[in-house]
């Protein structure tokens, strides 16, 4: 916002009625993200605004086509007075979520509202990897806005935001902590992956998007401070201190598949299948998914989760992981999430808290996630509407 000289010469601070009206409209359409159509009588209420400001707040954020008005549905109870809500169409954000396999996207209006999904598979073998790469995620946002029907009209998202393994260094621009994920390691893929979209682009370690999505609605929803530890065919965790995402000097906060415990390897920057299947060692190597089902002689994830056996060992090693990230982090609460937590559910959350019970450690609150479909995604899809509606709902 521009600011303009007072009489001595020195820059004056910017127009109070301007900056308190932009205010005002941003509570105003935040309040109909949340609740949905609202009356302009309990707007007031809300925003603590009188009657006449309020109407003359709703009267412009509809003149700028952010807002809309329908009557209120008969049968109701009180009047039929106008309701307001957000004008979907306003805008759209694409979420994607990319894995050595493909790439799914989900596309959604401004109020959060799913339009469409798809997914792409990867190819096997690419010529041109990094161009692929690009292809691909221009092709699934392509195709999530085909699901949404020829009723949706032109659009092109407003904003897109991709989770990935390992983390964009911010120095760099490279896609660190992830050698199993080809053609995502360039330097200046985020500039042709937002030349290829025509937005711009956010690309995100997958597991701080699951911890975004389950701080929002998930078992972390009343904690500012937490650790989220994922365990699926890679390990990794999302640690949230005073509501922040914790990412480190090189994005790799959180990387604890690469902890060194006994009874592991060392992650030693491994490639190939050894960089897919468990980083070449460290606590990925002891609880990812192979490594339960080789501890059950390669029986599938439910069955291995099953045998009590394997169920206890993997609850020990999962402890030993885990106390390391307590001592160091001293988090609120531990959410554990991915494939193996999820398969072994309460029976292996009981086992793996009674493993900690005693430590000389602070001991956290450890609660299984609670989000249902694909966290990742939801988290991304949080991530692209908050970054839009920053933009979008700005009335300065």
């Given amino acids: 916002m521009a600011t303009h000289a007072g009489p001595s010469g020195t820059a004056a601070t910017p127009g109070t009625p301007r900056v308190l009206r932009a205010m005002n409209d941003r509570a ?35 003149d700028m086509g952010l807002v809309r008005t329908r009557s209120k549905e008969r049968g109701r109870p009180g009047p039929n007075a106008l309701l307001y809500e957000i004008e979907p169409a306003t805008a759209h954000v694409a979420a994607l979520s990319a894995d050595p396999h493909g790439i799914s996207a989900v596309v959604a209006d401004i109020t959060g509202s799913v339009v469409g999904r798809a997914r ?6 690419a010529a041109d990897v990094r161009h692929r790469t690009a292809q691909l995620v221009r092709e699934a946002v392509d195709l ?8 949706l009209g032109p659009v092109e998202p407003h904003t897109t935001v991709i989770g990935t393994p390992g983390a964009l260094d911010p120095r760099s621009g490279e896609l660190r902590y992830a050698p199993h994920l080809p053609g995502w390691q360039s330097r200046t893929l985020r500039a042709e992956l937002a030349e290829v979209l025509g937005t711009p ?3 995100e370690n997958d597991v701080n998007l699951a911890a975004v999505a389950e701080q929002h609605t998930g078992a972390a929803r009343d904690h500012d401070d937490f650790a989220l530890i994922w365990v699926d065919s890679g390990t990794g965790a999302a640690v949230v201190v005073g509501g922040t995402l914790l ?29 897919a299947a468990d980083a070449g060692g460290g606590f990925q190597s002891l609880v990812s998914v192979p490594a339960v089902r080789r501890l059950a002689n ?42 193996v937590p999820r398969t072994g559910g309460e029976a292996l959350r009981a086992l793996v808290e009674r493993e900690l019970t005693g430590l000389a450690l602070p001991r956290p609150l450890l609660r ?17 509407l908050a970054l839009a509606r920053d933009e979008v709902f700005n009335t300065a």
């Fill in 247 to 275: 990412r480190g000097a090189t994005g790799g906060a959180g990387e604890i598949g690469y902890l060194p415990l006994p009874g592991a390897p060392l992650a030693r920057g491994g490639s190939g299948e050894n960089a």
């Fill in 28 to 62: 105003a359409l935040d309040l109909l993200v949340a609740h949905g159509p609202l009356t302009r009588t309990r707007i007031s209420e809300l925003t603590g605004l009188s009657k006449p400001t309020a109407s003359q707040l709703l009267g412009r954020l509809e």
């Fill in 368 to 384: 299984l996630s609670e989000l249902d479909g694909d966290p990742i995604l939801s988290g991304a899809l949080l991530s692209a």
């Fill in 298 to 339: 390669g029986r599938p994830l439910a069955e291995a989760l099953a045998d009590p056996a394997v169920r206890e060992e993997t609850a020990r090693r999962l402890a030993n992981g885990i106390a390391a990230v307590v001592a160091v982090v001293d988090p609120q609460l531990v959410v554990l999430s991915g494939a």
């Fill in 144 to 151: 999530a806005l085909r699901e949404a029907g020829p009723g």
């Fill in 201 to 203: 682009v956010t690309i």
């Fill in 120 to 125: 792409v598979e990867a190819d096997a073998v």
